[in-house]
């Protein structure tokens, strides 16, 4: 019992801190992305190909969450795009006073698009609030038809999912029909995309949709979140 207090008033608190950071976005003009998904789906090799495609129009940054090591922060740099590194140590998710802190190294101001890729786990980042705009999820098709429905929460918490390493599906016995079905019945509303960072397939029509989605920013905004783990989850 104390303990689902304690995790209410931690995900109050860091709701505030939130509504802060999504108001300096707002005020600095920064389309941000929370990209999540379990480790090694494809998060930072999706964003390699992203600003490949956008960065010619877009000036855009990213903020690395990783556990240890700056892996993620140098690929990014070595596109020639701005990246700050927050390493959370054994915490297995970037939360709202993370990315404030990062800010006081990280300078926003300019950028029309910034994302933050979060640390590798699908479960508990979706908890957080980091006062994004938008929430995408990349999943790798070769985990498996039957993940949205046994892990649906992230699923249900995002905007667009991202089915990558489509180029596998041939080696593999995955039913990506039923993948995409398996998503749509978790959420009905999310926006799927087949794509593969190896061949490229697919990645034209995820950041047509993106650049959609930052000019209808006035109208859409980030979903309602929930909870919707129960306290004392994984870290
Ligand atoms: N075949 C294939 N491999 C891919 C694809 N996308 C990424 N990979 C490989 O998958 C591995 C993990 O990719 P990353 O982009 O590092 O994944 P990540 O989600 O950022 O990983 P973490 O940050 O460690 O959680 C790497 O070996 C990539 O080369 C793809 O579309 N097809
Ligand atoms: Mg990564």
Redesign the pocket.
């Known amino acids: 019992m104390h303990r689902v207090e304690v995790e209410k008033n931690t995900l109050e608190a860091n709701g505030r801190i939130a509504a802060e950071n999504r108001a300096l976005f707002k005020r600095l003009g920064a389309f941000v992305v929370n990209v999540m ?1 379990a ?7 999706v964003l390699e190909q992203t600003i490949k495609l956008m960065k010619e129009n877009h000036k855009i940054g990213v903020i690395e969450g ?1 556990l240890h090591t700056t892996i ?1 922060a140098d690929r990014i740099s070595a596109l020639g795009v701005d990246s700050y590194q927050i390493t959370t140590g054994t915490v297995c998710h970037l939360d709202a006073r993370m990315i404030r802190s990062g800010l006081q190294g990280f300078n926003v101001e300019g950028l029309d698009l910034l994302f933050i ?1 979060n640390v ?1 786990n699908l479960v508990r980042p979706v908890e957080f609030d980091l006062g994004e705009d938008s929430r995408v999820m ?1 999943f790798s098709v070769v985990e498996g038809a039957d993940k949205p429905r046994k892990y649906p929460v992230m699923f249900h918490e995002v905007e667009a999912v991202l089915l ?2 489509i ?2 599906v041939p080696y593999s016995e995955i039913d990506l029909p039923k993948l995409m079905s398996n998503v749509l019945d978790v959420n009905p509303e999310a926006r799927i995309f087949p ?4 061949t490229g397939a697919g990645l034209g029509r995820w950041t047509k949709w993106l650049e959609a989605r930052i000019h209808s920013r006035a109208s859409g905004g980030a979903r309602a979140r929930s909870a919707a783990c129960s306290a004392g989850g994984e870290r």
């Open positions: 998904s480790p090694g789906a494809g998060k930072t090799s990783d993620d890729e590798g990349v990558n390493k180029d596998l794509v593969s960072c190896r």
